[in-house]
């Protein structure tokens, strides 16, 4: 018989892991709710019109499709098996797909639900996405995505507070991090002074893999897109800009002096900057000229997070895009916003060891059971320390000591309660402390009193 197993890039979590994750959830949300940001949920499947043709190319071929109900072939065509138009199969055969991210859904959901928004709408959301990406170290084919977005607001002080939420939710973590910004409208700037104004994508594609493959490589697919070689010297010394952020924005401005979208995106920048000034910014926070994210729709500023004491691909991203619900029939609607990935950054916590105790969230008391008459006792007292928010939980059979002793252990349970014939009698309790190895007899009715003094609980 064949073992069981899980597709490649996606991973079962045990309880352990569990708590670890949602204490990564939970700070995520509260840093979100302390900003003004509220959840919403849309479905794990859309239509493949929703999806198609807003991450790009090379989006579009990690998207995973859902083949239709039933006779998925009945609208295929012989011509399109003959040709092996793969484009015009999926097409027939093929609806819905598994969503890529949160933000084009979001989109979707604005535009569907535009008349009970109220603007600026600022909402947060929390789910698994799908990318049929091949698996490799942090990254995944399933994973969570943790998503503040604020629509309806050209304000650049949105900027300002997602820039906020993104220190203070590292703060909170423990995890040193460097911010990466750029703006979109730099990049076209570029595009524009070297003459290859319309090849910004090909151009923000390739630069965005600087630090991957290195300048050669980027300057090898750069050609192998058409663009020229004196196009390529030029670029050059703009993605190679090195200084502080000060020094490199007053040499943009020389260089981009003639590009109209150019001297806009600094001028945004530079208010970024100052806002942030005003700030006590924990993070560090880096003007990054080969940031393009390579997504299509970034129209302003761009965001990029890694980890400073981990090997990681980003952690955090983002950015604004003016154009997005325009696709769906609502234009001129700006948005902006970020997004956590969960799961990496469950892998960069694990690896710096930075989970709090209290992440570990589980069973503090287990009530040994001897017997029908001992469960009877036992029952009120579990419900009292249930209600009082104590995690307790009973031995569901009266199994040999031994075997529920075990049981506790095994599953790191801090104190085991006895009430046998003699506990009863006195309407005591014995608890036994499974690290210190201290037993103690305590009043029934003091029972929560007891435990909420001790430390552990």
Known sequence: MQKPSIPKGTRDFSPAEMAKRNYIFDTIRN??????????????????????????EEGDKLLFKILNSGDFLSD?????????????LTHRMCEK?????????????????????????KRFQIQPVWRADRPQKGRYREFFQCDADIVGSDSLLNEVELVQIIDEVFRRFGIRVRIHINNRKI????????????????????????DKIGLENVNAELASKGISEAAIAQLQPIILLSGSN?????????????????????????????????????????LDLTLARGLNYYTGAIFEVKALD????????????????????????????????????????????????????????????????EENYILP??????????????????????????????????????????????????????????????????LTKYLNAIDNI
């Open 246 to 286: 000060r020094e490199k924005l007053a040499a943009l401005k020389n260089i981009l002096s003639s590009s109209e979208p150019g001297v806009k995106g600094i001028e945004e920048i530079e208010i970024l900057l100052n806002k942030l000034d005003l700030l006590k910014i924990e993070s560090d926070v880096t």
């Open 381 to 446: 007292l579990l419900s009292g320390l249930r209600k009082a928010g104590i995690p307790s939980e009973m031995y569901p059979e009266a199994a040999k000591m031994k075997k529920q002793m075990t049981y506790a252990n095994d599953n790191r349970i801090p104190f085991v309660i006895l009430a046998g014939e003699a506990e009863m009698q006195a309407n005591q309790a014995s608890v036994k402390n499974m690290v210190t190895g201290e037993q103690r007899s305590v009043p029934a009715g003091e």
């Open 97 to 121: 797909g598994l969503r890529y991210d949160l933000t084009v859904p979001f989109a979707r959901f604005v535009v569907m639900h535009r008349n009970e928004i109220t603007f600026p709408f």
């Open 31 to 56: 840093v979100f709710h302390l900003y003004g940001f509220r959840q919403i949920e849309t479905p794990a499947m859309e239509n493949l019109s929703t999806l198609m043709g807003k991450y790009g």
């Open 187 to 210: 990049l076209s700037g570029m595009a524009g002074i070297i003459g290859e104004a319309d090849k910004i994508t090909d151009i923000t594609v390739a630069i965005d893999k600087l």
């Open 310 to 373: 981990v090997e990681m691909g980003s952690i955090t991203g983002g950015g604004r895009y003016d154009n997005l619900t325009g696709v769906f029939g609502m234009p001129d609607v700006s948005g902006v916003g970020i997004s956590f990935g969960a799961d990496r950054i469950f892998d960069v916590l694990n690896q710096l060891n930075l989970y709090p105790e209290s992440a570990a969230q589980q069973t503090q008391v287990l009530f040994v059971n001897f017997g029908e008459k």
């Open 76 to 88: 295929v065509q012989p011509d399109d098996w003959d040709n092996r138009n793969l484009t015009r």
